[in-house]
Each structure stands twice: as C-alpha cells, then as structure tokens.
C-alpha cells in the first residue's frame, strides 16, 4: 500500500505571537507507470536515466498497490504517463512535452497522388513521417507539408503525472518533469537524425537569360515578375531553400570559346538577382561556365561573392570546387556537394577543359573525391545533397552512365541527388532509401528555341526530415522563349511525372 509521510512546521514569529503557521506536504509516494506498448520501454529509460525525487518510487503490477487483474485494488496510485497526443499548448501544468511526431498518408513513387484532403489521408491509413522511405513517399494535406501550422496530423509527446485522487501536484514532481523534458529533448537535439523539423527544399533546373531578357533580371521586383511571374517567385520564397543550376557565366569580359556550339553569359548583377527572385544556392559545375573563357569564369565566382549566393562544385582551386557547402536550415544540417560530369562535345569542349586544378580555378569532375566527401559528410550526421550535371541531352530516360554514378552517390550516404543538363524532366528512383532526381530540366532559358518537352518543366518539391527525403510534389513550369510562369496543368503534369518514375521502376 502506499505510504506518505507528513512533515509540519509550526512556527512562533516574534512579531506576531499569535500567528501558526502550518506546512504540510508529502515526502514521496508509490506511481504506476502508463503507456503502450511501444512508449512503456521509453518511459522505464527515461525514469531510469532521471531519478525520480527522494521518497518517490514505482510501483510494478502485481505488486501491492499495483492493481493487477485478479488481486483487490489497492488505495489510488499516483501515474506516470507518457502518450502521444494531438499537439497543441499543454494544458495540465502536470504535463510536458517531450517532442512531437508527424503522421502521413504514404503512396509509391510511380502513384498519381501527390495531395490529397484530411478524410482521404486517414482512410488510407496514417504512418510516422520518419518511417516513410523510398520508393514510398509522403502526401501533402489540402497541400501542405508536415511541419506547417496547418497541417492537421501532428501530435505532441507528453509526459504526465497524475496525482492520487484528492492530492495536488508536489513540487519535487513538478521540478522532475520540468528536468526530465529538458534532459530528453537534449538527448533528441545531440542526435542529428533526431532533431530539426520538416524542410521544404524547392529544386529548379537550369537557369540562363537570353540577352533580351537581361533588363527584366536587372529590373528589380517588377522585371523579375516580368521574367518568372509573382506565383512562381512567392513558390522559391516560401520554401526553406531554393537552389538550380546556373548554366551561364557571369561576366562582360573574355571572348567566346572557340570549342563551344551555345555560348551563354549574363551581366554581371545576376546573382544579386536570382538572390532576390528566391534561390538560396546554385550549381556551378556544368559545361557552360567557360564559355568565355577563364575570365568568364572567375568573374562568374566574384560576382557569386558580391552577392552573398552560395555556390557548389566551383571554386578558385580543385579544394574549394569539392568542398561540401554545410548549411543550416529548421533545425537540419545538410552538407551540398556539386560535381559535373558531361561527355565531351561536338566541338572539342570536354570535362577536362573545365577541371579546378591545385592553383586553377574551375569546377568540381573527380567522381572519385566528390564520392569520399559525401562519405564523410554523411558519416558526420549530415543530410547529404548531391548536385550533379551530366548525362544525355534530350531524353527522358538517364543515361547508364547517369544511374551508375547517381546509384554510387546514393551508396556512399547522399539522401538526395538531383542532376542536371538533359534539359528535360526526367522520373525519380529510390537506391538504399535515397532518392534519385535523375534530371530537374529546364527551368528559365530565355533566348533559345527549345523543344516543346523541354520547355514543360518543373520545381521539385522535397521534403526533408531525419535524414531522408519523406515527400516529394511537383509544381509545373512552362519554360519559354520570353520568360518562365506556372503551368495550370497539375494533374497533367503528377501524371507525366509518376509515368516517369514507373518506367524507372520498370526499367530496373
């Protein structure tokens, strides 16, 4: 049964005689601990590794006071209790929250749902969002992503102490929770893959501006609304990061590369603008950022700096081109790491002519280092994404060359590896719970008549969290002549894009 002890003070104040002061409260107790079967072994670690209060001390079933089935209960216990339970402000002063969880409806790759309303995503059944993997993913709500305000699937992880009937929270048990929730949460933010909340990272093709369009980049707000359109700049905007390939160099100086067909360039000011458009990060390392030769180049990294954009897979030596550019976002560490990989070209251009050297600036080519830093990135508690840029121009379906290498990356520890330079839209695959974007397309590429597939492109929407890639949406673009807008086409566009990861799937 259980016992309390009673401690009164009596005091005679000299000021006021005739003033008892009275002080009672219990020392300590027996509790029984509740929780299911899933949350009982957390709850006995956590009261394992936080002792309880001097006097306090758990009481098993089966034991006296425990009440277990067949015996006469015993007086009422004081409870422990840990339950996920729909998030919002913790009403019990009894109660703290230890972290919350997300809940998801899941689909495969290769199915044509990407959002679906709150009633459809119960009746399909709701999981965890960590233990969702590729090839599954998550589906938004009503298009929402877990993590927002809105989202209506989160819960709350709370620990609760119920006093016996007619007694009042002890203060040593209020102080236990209070360090037990701050020792747990602690433990949760040490873990990499514990901690941060859900990211959006909005993934975009290749970027160059024709020469006609240059004013409207340089424009401020109004010519960037001119050029990409106000929904299209609120969808960079609105997620955590937005990144993209520049496919162009940055400069006024140097001549045109004789080994090159297409020579692209933009005035220099671009940075600061796509800054300002949205996008938070760009890759580098393609096969146009020597069109104008060396100067083209380092002009192109001077004017990256200027702007505060970070950058990838380029640098002033072959060290900075390979270095993962660690960031920060919602609580996330992810490392980016950018590589090129293009096949040589009609003219003579090949990969070799572009290579960072010891003292050369240049881009990021050796598939043999660029696999060592995502090795270590990852072994780091990092979330590791791989920018890559290579393949066969013009097709939806990767080159081998493609699926190899992105397969290797994903087997080094990358979580994500989204390609460029095909300039089409090409279907995702899972490799090891890693997602593989084998090609983002074209994303704004003014000034150049290109076919009618590459100009149906997309920003890819993935959803990060606890390591992984848990979701993925696809919000439609039309890349034109003149400039880029949203295509109205949703469901046009989910169905092309779940063709594409099936013929992936089918191809394996």
């Avoid at 993913?137 to 009937?165: C, H, I, M």
């Avoid at 873990?191 to 909005?202: D, F, K, M, N, T």
Wanted: charged letters at 20%; hydrophobic letters at 45%; aromatic letters at 8%.
């Amino acid at each position: 049964m259980r016992r309390t002890r009673l401690r009164c003070l009596f005091s005679l104040p000299l000021v006021f005689p005739f003033l008892v002061v009275l002080s009672c409260g219990p020392r300590g107790g027996s509790l029984a601990l509740e929780a299911d079967a899933e949350l009982m072994p957390r709850l006995r670690a956590l009261v394992a590794a936080e002792s309880l209060p001097r006097g306090w001390t758990v009481v098993e079933a089966g034991e006296p006071g425990g009440g277990s089935a067949g015996e006469r209960p015993g007086p009422p216990l004081a409870r422990l209790g840990l339950a996920w339970e729909p998030a919002g402000p913790v009403a019990s002063s009894a109660a703290r929250s230890l972290g919350r969880r997300y809940l998801a409806a899941a689909v495969d790759l290769s199915d044509e749902r990407y959002s679906l309303g709150a009633g459809e995503a119960r009746d399909l059944g709701l999981v965890p969002l960590e233990s969702i993997l590729p090839p599954r993913r998550a589906l938004a709500v009503d298009g929402l992503w877990p993590g927002k305000s809105a989202y209506p699937f989160t819960e709350s992880l709370n620990l609760s102490f119920q006093p016996a009937r007619g007694e009042r929270l002890p203060r040593a048990i209020a102080a236990w929770l209070d360090e037990a929730a701050r020792a747990e949460l602690g433990r949760a933010a040490a873990g990499a893959a514990e901690s941060g909340e859900p990211l959006e990272l909005a993934a975009a093709g290749d970027i160059q501006v024709g020469e006609y369009q240059w004013p409207l980049l340089a424009g401020g707000e109004a010519g960037l609304r001119s050029l990409m359109g106000a929904p299209l700049l609120s969808l960079l905007r609105g997620s955590d990061l937005a990144l993209a390939n520049l496919e162009a160099p940055v400069t006024v100086r140097g001549y045109p590369n004789p080994l090159k067909r297409y020579q692209f360039r933009m005035l220099p000011g671009s940075a600061a603008a796509l800054k300002e458009a949205g996008f938070g990060l760009l890759l580098f390392a393609n096969n146009h950022g020597f069109d104008f030769g060396s100067e083209g180049f380092e002009d192109s990294l001077l004017d990256f700096r200027a702007a505060g954009l970070p950058i990838v897979g380029a640098g002033e030596t072959k060290a900075e081109a390979e270095a993962p550019l660690l960031v920060t976002r919602r609580g996330q560490r992810l490392a980016f790491v950018g590589l090129a990989f293009y096949p040589k070209e009609r003219l003579g251009f090949a990969l070799s002519d572009a290579a960072a050297g010891e003292e050369k600036a240049g881009t990021a080519v050796d598939e043999g280092a660029a696999l060592a830093a995502v090795k270590s990135a990852a072994e780091g508690g990092a979330t590791v994404v791989v920018l890559a840029h290579g393949g066969a121009e013009y097709v939806e379906s990767p080159s081998a060359a493609a699926r190899a290498l992105y397969e290797s990356l994903a087997d080094a520890g990358a979580a994500l590896i989204a390609g460029s330079h095909p300039h089409l839209l090409q279907g995702c695959a899972a490799r090891e719970g890693a997602l593989i974007a084998y090609s983002l397309g074209n994303f704004l590429f003014t000034g150049e008549r290109e076919p009618p597939a590459a100009q149906k492109g997309a920003v890819l929407d993935f959803l990060l969290y606890r390591g992984r890639v848990r979701g993925l949406k696809i919000h439609p673009i039309v890349a034109g002549y003149f400039s880029t807008g949203i295509d109205l086409d949703q469901a046009g566009a989910e169905k092309r894009l779940s063709r594409l990861c099936a013929d992936l799937e089918a191809g394996d």
